[in-house]
């Protein structure tokens, strides 16, 4: 490569796009072009992106001010990016330009792609969302940016040594990122400790002083987000901990360098790690800290900005609203009140009228061990002037509940904010409801289940505050980008408006009986399924037929998410064919991807088990030409992308009531998978969707499920007893069939689903499954059949796309418009 002059990139097109490659290459990463390698290119192809990226943003900054536009800032403790090399040349329509551009220096864009690491900071679900939001705001054009922690370490990174899950640390910044900005100039003071004295105020009212408190800093680092078609580039500002340079000096003054230095540690160990979920109980300190890091520092950044337009604080809800993803970011509840009161002197009354205004709540899960509860003692010590606002809260809110309704006692200790029985604590769920204008689940039984099983005294008390809004995909990422052979033939079949219209893939529909439409569309999947195979084999060993029907769980592990129930229906149709001599219509292909929270004993025993019977099972020369099993490791969005658009079969498989919505279900259908599932989460509504005969349904309602589990009417015995299917499978785990150096290593699986308070109701479950399983068999040897289903699928999953969620929640709950460039 030959050395280039300075230049800007204005437009787009490949001269000026290998000029500014060229000169990050020499004048960012300080290298002749002619010793450039891939990662040189990836980081100087990012550096180009993102100087064109931060024009466009500082663009829509300005567009939005002159509109006078209200704002939405989304609240998430999690953030789960995927890569933003391929997903940016996507959206901004240069991945051809730059194919070509690269592959003229000789070198392969798909590879270059490879030298970025997933930026993981979520869990799952919760953090994709959030994730899919941002892309949706951007595309539509509207004033929403993200408020996130810049976790050093993101989720840890799983392999797999002797069939068990490993962690190991995630240093995501490992290869540099150069798409962030950092931006020192706008870092935050943010408060901690200390204790509050009651004074009073020239006007002779109470005057609280937070006195005594320690400082932090946080410093922001802004990931620009750009929508489709490059005209709107919203940001994603993540704050970093960094100890104060005055916090230092006190301590250092003081002559104590070594304190000083571990006071400095433990300030930036703040932002550090992402805490697996399931792995904290809500006494850990530091995670308290982190949600109040995160709160504070949006917070101050918000009204900070919005001030700056000399604005009037009364009008805080005219032109920004809040929207808090779970209860991770709730205390910006009373954070929000302590900087109308304390900092603005703005009455009680007014402030809580305007806090409630501008915040809205999204509750993401059933699952009562998920519900944060915080410590009494604890936030006394950490944040002593918020924990006195919560009280102040409850008081007059449990006053006013006694004029309104007249509750007896034990109503008014359930809508408590504060939990009195053993040690006192804060309910996070009950404060978020209390101090928002709007509590959103994210499917219809969802919602219907916040309301009637979470909150039922709120939502008697007010009917209105309580709405659904169903969880969507963004089309961009999970087919667009995900999908090239797919969206190719899409595009061909009906023109390319569906990446921003998602509901037009309706005019797939009279395609889905066309022979020659069919053929085409299978091709695809089966190249995408080669492509998955090539991997597989590549990093694991196992080589999968492609022919096969490829049926794969993807989600984290978890004992509602019943991934047992499939190994189980494994092992069943394992033992059929080399016990019985059975052979199946088709062969299959079952892959499982997911972690385990490091701390969760049971799920990380079933990652052992998969493992362990995959081993088993893809030794044995008589399964051989009917069945495989993978564990993939180290499920990620990457991995994702990856393994949903070579899906012939998704296994949506949970508890009915159990699963809030699932997303995972719908990136799956939506590339043409077949779902077999429950009537759990937003499975109900993909099912009406894309149409009863066109998804695999089996299992108990959620009624059904909650009506077994409150009469304690479950007998797994009984279904033991009843069903050798059963039987089998659940001696062969106890007997050690898969583990013959260690015969009991399963055993508590055969106990734990025998016992009377399973509350997952594996064994009910689990004929219809079988049952449903089989029908799939049959129809997947049923060529033409089985594409008509799979491209009706794609064809109906229209509604679920991000866009459409985030249009709701801009409609009902946000109140922001699209600000589109002129
Ligand atoms: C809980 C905890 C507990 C403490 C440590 C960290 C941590 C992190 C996350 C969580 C709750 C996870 C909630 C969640 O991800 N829910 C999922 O949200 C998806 C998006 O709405 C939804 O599709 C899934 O059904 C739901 O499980």
Redesign the pocket.
């Known amino acids: 490569m030959a050395p280039v002059a300075k230049c800007n990139i204005e437009t787009l097109e490949g001269d000026s796009l290998s000029c500014s490659i060229r000169d990050h290459i020499t004048h960012s990463l300080g290298k002749p072009c002619s010793e450039a390698g891939h990662r040189d290119v990836a980081m100087a192809l990012s550096m180009t992106l993102r100087d064109r990226l931060v024009d466009r943003m500082l663009e829509t900054r300005m567009r939005y001010r002159e509109a006078r536009a209200k704002r939405m800032y989304y609240l998430s403790?999690?953030y789960l990016l995927g890569r933003c090399l391929g997903n940016n040349l996507f959206n901004m329509k240069i991945d051809d330009v730059c194919r070509s551009l690269v592959k003229d220096w000789g070198f392969d864009l798909e590879e270059i792609r490879e030298f970025e690491r997933d930026p993981s900071l979520g869990?799952?679900?919760?953090?994709?969302?959030a994730a899919c939001f941002l892309d949706s705001l951007a595309t539509l054009d509207m004033p929403g940016c993200g408020y996130g922690i810049h976790y050093e370490f993101g989720l840890f990174k799983q392999s797999i040594e002797n069939d068990r899950q490993v962690e190991r640390p995630d240093y995501w910044m490992a290869e540099g990122m150069p798409l962030q900005l950092e931006r020192r100039d706008q870092a935050v003071i943010i408060p901690i400790y200390g204790r509050v004295e009651d004074h009073q105020g020239p006007d002779g009212k109470y005057l609280p002083l937070w006195v005594d408190w320690q400082d932090l800093m946080g410093v922001p680092y802004d990931i620009p987000i750009v929508g489709f078609g490059d005209k709107t580039v919203n940001y994603l500002r993540l704050f970093a901990a960094q100890s104060t340079d005055n916090f230092n000096m006190e301590i250092f003054d003081q002559g104590d360098y070594i304190k000083a230095i571990r006071q400095k540690v433990y300030s930036e160990l703040i932002s550090k790690i992402l805490?697996?979920?399931?792995?904290?109980s809500?006494g850990k300190e530091l995670?308290l800290i982190q949600e109040y890091f995160l709160v504070f520092c949006a917070i101050r950044d918000i009204t900070r900005r919005f001030l700056k337009q000399n604005r009037n604080i009364e009008e805080l809800p005219e032109f920004t609203a809040i929207q808090l993803n779970?209860t991770?970011p709730a205390l910006a509840v009373a954070e929000l009140m302590r900087l109308l009161v304390d900092e603005r002197r703005v009455p009680w009354d007014r402030a809580w009228n305007l806090t409630n205004r501008t915040l809205s709540f999204?509750n993401?899960?059933l699952m009562p061990e998920?519900l944060?509860m915080w410590p009494v003692d604890l936030m006394q010590k950490v944040l002593p002037r918020h924990l006195q606002i919560i009280y102040e809260i409850n008081r007059r809110f449990l006053d006013e509940i006694r004029i309104v309704s007249n509750p007896d006692d034990a109503t008014l200790r359930r809508m408590s904010l504060i939990e009195e029985s053993g040690g006192k604590q804060v309910r996070m769920a009950n404060l978020a409801v209390v101090g928002s204008h709007s509590v959103n689940g994210?499917?219809k039984l969802?919602s219907e289940l916040v309301k009637k099983v979470l909150f039922p005294d709120y939502a008697a008390l007010w009917p209105g505050k309580f709405n659904n809004k169903t969880?969507g995909i963004t089309p961009r990422r999970w087919l667009y980008k995900a999908n090239r052979g797919l969206s190719a033939l899409i595009t061909e079949a009906i023109g390319d408006g569906w990446i921003m219209d998602l509901d037009q893939l309706k005019k797939l529909e009279p395609l889905a009986g066309d022979a020659a439409f069919q053929e085409k569309f299978m091709a695809v999947k089966r190249a995408n399924k080669e492509r998955l195979a090539a991997f597989v084999a590549k990093t694991s060993g196992v080589v999968l037929p492609p022919h096969a029907a490829f049926d794969i769980q993807a989600k984290r592990i978890h004992e509602y998410k019943r991934q047992l129930l499939n190994v189980m229906h494994i092992i069943h149709d394992y033992l059929r064919l080399v016990e019985d001599g059975y052979e199946p219509p088709e062969p299959r292909v079952y892959i499982f991807a997911g972690k385990a929270a490091p701390g969760y004993f049971e799920a990380k025993e079933i990652i052992h088990l998969i493992c362990c019977v995959a081993k088993v099972i893809n030794a044995d020369k008589q399964a051989a030409e009917y069945l495989k099993v993978v564990f993939a490791a180290d499920y990620r969005v990457s991995l994702a992308e990856k393994l949903i658009p070579a899906a012939d079969i998704s296994e949506q498989i949970s508890t009915a009531g159990t699963?809030?919505?699932?997303?995972g279900n719908m990136k799956f259908s939506l590339n043409g998978a077949l779902t077999i599932g429950t009537l759990d989460?937003?499975n109900i509504e993909i099912r009406e969707a894309v149409g009863e005969e066109n998804f695999y349904l089996f299992g108990l309602t959620a009624q059904e499920v909650e009506r077994q589990l409150a009469a304690g009417l479950y007998d797994p015995w009984e279904y033991y007893g009843k069903h050798p299917e059963i039987r089998r499978v659940l001696d062969a785990l106890s007997a050690g069939r898969f583990t013959p150096e260690d015969p009991s290593a399963f055993h508590w699986i055969f106990e734990k689903l025998l016992s009377r308070n399973e509350r997952y109701l594996h064994l009910a479950d689990f004929m219809p499954y079988l049952e449903t399983h089989q029908r799939v068999g049959m129809e997947y040897s049923r060529p033409e059949v089985w594409a008509q289903k799979a491209i009706c699928n794609t064809a109906r999953m229209g509604y679920f796309s991000s866009d459409r969620t985030v249009r709701e929640y801009a409609r009902d709950i946000w109140g922001i418009k699209p600000v589109p460039p002129k």
């Not at 869990?123 to 969302?129: C, I």
């Not at 699963?659 to 997303?663: N, R």
């Open positions: 403790i999690e869990n799952g679900g919760l953090g994709r969302l805490y697996p979920s399931e792995s904290i809500f995670r779970d991770h999204t993401h899960t998920s944060e994210v499917s969802h969880n699963e809030a919505s699932g997303t989460g937003a």
